[in-house]
């Protein structure tokens, strides 16, 4: 039973627009959303994260929202770039000493 | 800072021969996360180490496989013996703190081959 889900398993975006990362998860008690990025052959770096108690929080181009009644948080990337191109995981957590859960990953392609 | 450090890169064997991939946290770092990561079950904790003690191994996914923790700066994670089904990447990660939401650094990976 996936807990964190990436229901794309990728997105193909023009350079200059902008890239929407989705992810939705089933657990309510889930307070902390954070965003990987993974380069191929290397391991994932970390992007953004975000509480429960916020909706929106933004780092330069990467802005990441939290619908907490629809359990639903994106990713948007403002302008997309070449260099954006990687696997992106969305992962969550909650109080109490327990893993992060991560899900599969969405394959973001920027085209020039 | 070197980052994570792991070793192998990549490691091919055959059924039924041990295997054992090796991780260099982030000199300081107290938490240690031994992930794998296959293409049908996404990227999966296996264990977590705080301060070289295992907190949370239930990851683990049969007495094949074992890690340890000697010290703060060296973590290996065994598999005895190994099967094609084991094949995936394996990647170490550490963090500063203890809670979960410390922010987790990530090594390049193991990818593991079993034939």
């Known amino acids: 039973d996936q807990q964190v889900k990436q229901n794309s398993p990728s997105l193909s975006v023009q350079e200059g627009r902008i890239s929407i990362l989705n992810c939705d998860y089933t657990?309510?008690?889930?307070?902390?959303f954070l965003w990987y990025k993974k380069y191929p052959a290397e391991g994932p770096t970390f992007l953004i994260s975000i509480s429960s108690i916020k909706d929106k929080n933004e780092d330069g181009r990467f802005t990441v929202f939290l619908n907490k009644s629809a359990k639903h948080l994106s990713l948007h990337i403002v302008p997309s770039q070449p260099g954006d191109s990687a696997v992106y995981f969305c992962?969550?957590?909650?109080?109490?000493?327990?893993?992060?859960?991560f899900g599969k990953g969405t394959r973001l392609s920027v085209i020039a | 800072d070197a980052g994570v450090i792991q070793s192998p890169r990549h490691e091919v064997t055959e059924m039924g021969q041990e295997v054992t991939l090796r991780c260099k946290p982030i000199s300081g770092h107290n938490s240690l996360f031994w992930y794998r990561q296959t293409m049908m079950r996404g990227l999966e904790l296996l264990i977590y180490f705080n301060n070289n003690v295992p907190i949370d191994d239930s990851g683990m996914p049969e007495d094949r496989f074992s890690a340890k923790m000697p010290n703060a700066s060296f973590s290996t994670l065994k598999i005895q013996p190994s099967e094609p089904r084991d094949s995936a990447v394996y990647f170490c990660?550490?963090?500063?703190?203890?809670?979960?939401?410390?922010?987790?650094?990530f090594g390049p990976g193991t990818r593991l081959l079993v034939l």
């Open positions: 992962a969550a957590s909650y109080s109490g000493n327990t893993p992060l859960v």
């Open positions: 657990n309510s008690m889930f307070d902390y």
């Open positions: 990660a550490s963090s500063g703190g203890q809670g979960w939401q410390e922010t987790q650094y």
